[in-house]
């Protein structure tokens, strides 16, 4: 096992050094947090102290032990660590002081991924959640209603498209289809609301890892909210699936505030909560869940398995948010 020290390093105005490694060493391009491996008879701190000398010329007080992380044969030990002064490039591509909510926009080594996402997200104490195909895989059920309420009109849509084009939003899909095929698009909203409350009442599975990760929020003394387009029938779904005991407020179709992305559905849950911005996030699986929450000024994450959205405005995009991001910032 080969002993490394790495150093989160805050400067006197709170912000965190991050170092671009450099062409021809591993993870080339990559951002970590500065450090170096351990030489015999050396304490983590020793270590981390020599290596920003040699590396940065940087001059660090260490204030304690942070995390330790494993990978592969190297195990992490990160040091938390104040300076005054700046770092001279010798070794690194670049080198930044950041704010804890922009290490959400760099493409870390694997071994500072957890920690940099831990960083960013420790202020966190409220999470506003999309509903459908966030927190419960209404998708399939939305995808047969859509599919049904075509063939009423005499139109055969294949379920990869309906769910390409609703994943934009259900107006969409309804006026697409609708304007190639001579349909009022609004009469495709009606039959497919027929048809998805059939559905809907068999009840909606749980989508992949969020049982887990709202255990896990609640846990870490986080609260839960939902912001849906939907109405307060979603409130019936999550009772179903076991998951309404997690939240502690919605904002729904009936409070008759702009759809997302307008930021109105987040503000009001923080005006009526009295809650600070800066300890909110909002997870959605659409583009417009997390431009809602940049509009309102709040860390927004990108629930992206198939990367359908690689240019989505976001703070972070994730495939998997339990083992990705919950489980590091929890």
Partial sequence: MIEVSAGVIY??????????????????????????????????????????????????????????????DLCFT??????????VLTEHEDARFVTPRELLHFRFCPADVSVAHKLALENIRHVFWDFDGTLLDSYPAMVRAFVAA???????????RALDLMKNCLRHCCEVIGEENGIEPLALVRAFRR??????????????????????LQEAGCRNYVATHRDLACRDLLEQSGLLRYFSGFVTEEDGLPRKPAPDMLLHLMRAHSLDPAACMIIGDRPLDTESGMNAGVISILIDPEDRFPDAACDLRVHDLYWELICGMT
């Fill in 11 to 72: 400067d006197e105005a709170g912000r965190i050094l991050i170092c671009q490694r450099g062409e021809g060493r591993s993870n080339a391009h990559l951002w970590e947090f500065p450090g170096g491996k351990r030489e015999a008879g050396e304490t983590a701190e020793e270590c981390l102290v020599r290596e920003l000398m040699e590396e940065l010329s940087l001059p660090v007080t260490v204030l304690r032990q942070g995390d330790v992380v494993m990978d592969g």
């Fill in 150 to 160: 075509a063939a009423e009109h005499g139109v055969t849509v294949a379920p990869e």
């Fill in 195 to 216: 048809h998805e409350e059939a559905e809907l009442r068999r009840g909606l599975p749980p989508m992949p890892g969020i049982p887990e990760a709202l255990e896990a």
């Fill in 78 to 87: 990160f040091l938390i660590c104040k300076t005054a002064a700046r770092p």
